[in-house]
């Protein structure tokens, strides 16, 4: 009779292990589902790493670029500057036979017998790193390498990019020799110590070209690449001699040299001679104050390593045109300039998109004073004054409310009083806002910022576009803070883009040497004051060129806006204006000690500029006759585009007082942005469609225009 136990338990061991066999094949056919979508993900990877390499073709005739490129807007090269690591390229039949074996040795015994990957090199890689519990042996081939150098050497090191190298040292296998493969990675690699490149790294280290390399010299320079940072460091001497030891061992192991000469040569003393490559006095000569700039900026955001090893093109919003002629203005105006007036810039921006067409941070030499005026701040003056008016017209103001000119007077908290003037020392009593701001009386001014609140001042101005730290004292109405020229200019522009802001760029698209996109911008407009108010101070100032303190400013055939401003005893001293299609800021200033000449201010000298300026410009660089944004609440007479007589303004619906050509780059954004305004002001008045002039119930036109 059989044993019911046994067989209990053999039931048991069977279901068991039946069931071991259910789970284990489940898991087995998990992990296959699971590796069979992992390697498509990591192919799909792959191949979009691999789809960014550009045309090996262009390898065939392969000149290294070492330089920063600059372009202007119509893609044509303003300047290169030597800024990389230079390289020599010479030909491969001049690289000695012991400085190629020294390269074989050290980094890919096989490459000539491998199609661009050494499975054998990587896996004796792994066993040696294992071994070592540390990285001592690489896995890469000469191709891969060059591939990395050509194609991944500014991207993060993973694995999808060390797969994507391998595809790429193939396809480099596939297009070219191994003698054109190998001549191209001496060429690219670097050698640490500011060397790149086998002629340039013979130089640095042993002051003679590569043709001239000795054994010794030549296992030395072999053994740096594998880490030029470290062994290329003089502080590292002790660690790269340790390395050329392995070279040498390297070399006679497959043959290329003698056990004999391998011994002699590392008993040969090396001496080190370093021959720097040449350098010019002017880095760069063309539009250098604008140049300068676009490097400051380059070099904010990109490692200066980076820009050495891979080059880099440099295309900008830069109006050759705009630059020449501001270039030859300021030249021409500082030999003309009063006394104390010692330096000059001036800064043009595109209204449509905010983008820099010139940019001039001084009148002299560069390379005499590098100080760049555009972009460095200077105190204000009244041209602050237009953004005080904003605030209180988003307050509740129109143009046609009245204020006091009479003298006021501040009890500071010191005991202290404060009694600022007008500049002409008189007061005309009560006055309009628009008569106000025109003739920029200073009373009036500090008036209304004392109604709106000097924080509510502050954050209109920095909706426009001032940067710039700001005192948040009444004095900040009469412009008592610094500002840059650069920052002025946007802020205007905002005001002739009817209250959209753009921040002022210049960078369109950054490339490496080889043509690979690295970067690119597009301006984001954003509305930030509603379009009836700014239009309101637009119409105003146009009377400030017209009739007020910037007379000098006027075109013949072209509206104008701007304003004026002075600060205290004309050590700085300002025009800021705009045409429907360019916003233009001049600054002039002096030295602090020195005594400023007599009825100096900005209307009577940069004024004058700004129009000297355009008018050479224009004639130039003729483009169609347009219209500013303007709110009409006069009646006076005011030159319009194409003409040389005064034309009534209407009040009617006419046709508006706009380019409207200019409002393009709005159509970016269809929805309107809403903001809040102090004082219990309303939401922004929204861009209806139609392009005709409305008439509200306070007698402004406000003006639409169409999407």
Known sequence: MPDLRQMSNRRGLIGFFRTLWFYTKGIAEITLVLATLGATVIGMLVMSEVSKL??????????PIDSVSIFDKN????????????????????????????VLAAEDKRFYEHEGISFLGIMRAFVANAKAMKMVEGGSTITQQLAKNLFFSDVKRTGIVKLSEMVAAYKLEEKYTKEEIFSLY???????????GIEQASRIYFGKSVSDITLPEAAFLAGIIRA????????????????????????AEAGFITVGDSILAEAKPLVFKRIAPP???????????????????????FDEQMIELNGLKIYTTLDPMAQDAAEAVLSSEIKRAPVGIEEEALVSLSVKDGS??????GAHDYWQNQWNCAVNPHTAGSSLKPFVYLSAFMGGFTPETTVQDIPFTLKEANGEEWNPKNFDGKYLGTISVRDALSQSRNMCTIRVAERVGIPTVIDTLRKAGIKTDLTPTLSLALGSSAVTPLDLAAAYGTLARGGIAINPWTIRRLEDARGRIIGSFNPSPVRVFPLEQVAWITDILQDVVWKGTATQAKL??????????TADKAKDIWFVGFTPDMVTAVWGGGDEKKVVAKNVTGGTVM??????????????????AGMLISSPYNDIGRMTAGTTAAKPVSHSNDVPYVDTSAYQVYQQSQQQQTRQYPRGTSSPVTDPSGGRAIKNQKGVTNYQWSH
């Open 54 to 63: 550009p045309d090996m073709s262009y390898l065939k005739n392969y000149k």
């Open 75 to 102: 893609d044509k090269l303003i300047e290169t500057i030597d800024q990389g690591i230079p390289r020599t390229v010479i030909p491969f039949s001049q690289v000695p036979l012991v400085m190629r074996q020294a």
């Open 186 to 196: 001496l060429t690219e690699i670097y050698f640490g110590n500011g060397a790149r």
């Open 228 to 251: 030029p940072s470290f062994l290329g460091s003089d502080k590292h001497r002790k660690e790269a001699m340790a390395r050329q030891r392995q070279v040498l061992s390297s070399m």
């Open 279 to 301: 350098r010019k006095a002017k880095p760069f000569t063309k539009y250098p104050y604008f140049t300068a700039y676009v490097l400051e900026l380059i070099h904010r955001q």
């Open 356 to 361: 820099i067409m010139a940019l001039v941070g």
């Open 556 to 565: 013949k055939n072209r509206p104008v806006a701007g304003k004026t401003g």
């Open 607 to 624: 004024a004058r500029i700004f129009r000297v300026y355009n008018e050479d410009y224009y004639r130039a660089n003729p483009l169609p």
